[in-house]
């Protein structure tokens, strides 16, 4: 079983529309799939679920006054479980977050749901410090939005820089790739910053699925919803999540990349 983080350093980027929106596309590829929200302000699970107050959460189950079972949030999709931040005194959260920086105040919890589930996805809140830091001292893995434009790219040493560091301090996380996320596909900077990218970084590293920037995320994220299940019909921007999650899947260890021989159409 792997755990996934989803971090950026940058906020803004699309972490948790990409951690949201795979989630429910390795649902429907049939992995027990489980997405944690460590964002005191973070929206999963705030509609998904149906209810909005609940007794538990991320909160409640780290401090020991709900279990996983309480925890966890069932979705109308299968395979998909959530366990939303929980519920947090503005008091203490300050304190709250110093505490989510070290990787002890994670593995417990993380290494219980990772005996439940096919695949554990974690989001984190914009900056390196705090969730993100202990989250990224347990995880297996790591994916990376990378935003198209020239900012959000000369914002990337910075992590990468924190996942040297935590290689060096002796967890072995390991990235799974880089995710280009709110693609322009019509505008001449955003596809430079793109392929300034794919220049960058080794190859292989920037995944060749991609988010393309689309009005239709403004909606899911105001109803905390994947945008496969926004519509009736699903719309068309979803499936490039289906793309994402088949390219991610030998990267984190879900499969092994086979030879694959063409079928014949017919025999
Ligand atoms: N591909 C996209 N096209 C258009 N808008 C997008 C896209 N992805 C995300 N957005 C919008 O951009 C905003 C930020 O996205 P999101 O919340 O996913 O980022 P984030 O990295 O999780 O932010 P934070 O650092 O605050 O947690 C949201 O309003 C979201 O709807
Ligand atoms: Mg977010």
């Known amino acids: 079983v792997s755990t996934v983080a989803i971090a950026s350093g940058k906020g803004g980027v699309g972490k948790t529309t990409l951690a949201l929106n795979i989630a429910l596309a390795f649902a429907r590829r049939s992995w027990k799939t489980l997405l944690v929200d460590t964002d005191p302000l973070g929206g999963v699970g705030r509609s998904l679920g149906g209810t909005t107050t609940r007794a538990g959460g991320l909160v409640e189950y780290i401090n020991g006054t709900a279990g996983l079972g309480g925890s966890v949030l069932h979705t109308r999709e299968k395979e998909l479980d959530l366990i939303p931040f929980g519920n947090l005194p503005a008091a203490q959260l300050a304190s709250w977050m110093a505490a989510a920086s070290d990787p002890n105040h994670f593995r417990p919890v993380l290494a219980e749901c990772s005996a439940t589930y096919d695949l554990v996805l974690v989001d984190t809140p914009s900056g390196l410090g705090g969730p993100t830091a202990g989250v990224l001292g347990c995880a297996d893995h790591l994916v990376?939005?990378?935003?198209?434009?020239?900012?959000?790219?000369?914002?990337?040493?910075?992590?990468?820089?924190?996942?040297?560091?935590?290689?060096?301090?002796?967890?072995?996380?390991q990235i799974a790739g880089l995710v280009p996320a709110m693609v322009q596909t019509r505008n001449e900077v955003s596809l430079a910053a793109l392929q300034e990218a794919f220049r960058l970084f080794p190859e292989d590293t920037v995944l060749e699925a991609f988010v393309p920037r689309d009005p239709i995320f403004l909606d899911g994220s105001a109803k905390g919803v994947p945008v496969g299940l926004l519509r009736r019909r699903s719309p068309p921007v979803a499936t490039v999540f289906d793309q994402i999650a088949a390219e991610l899947e030998p990267r984190i260890g879900l499969s092994e990349e086979e030879d694959y021989e063409p079928q014949p159409l017919v025999d």
């Open 144 to 173: 990376i939005p990378l935003q198209a434009e020239p900012l959000a790219l000369r914002t990337m040493p910075l992590i990468v820089e924190a996942v040297a560091a935590v290689r060096a301090a002796g967890h072995p996380i």
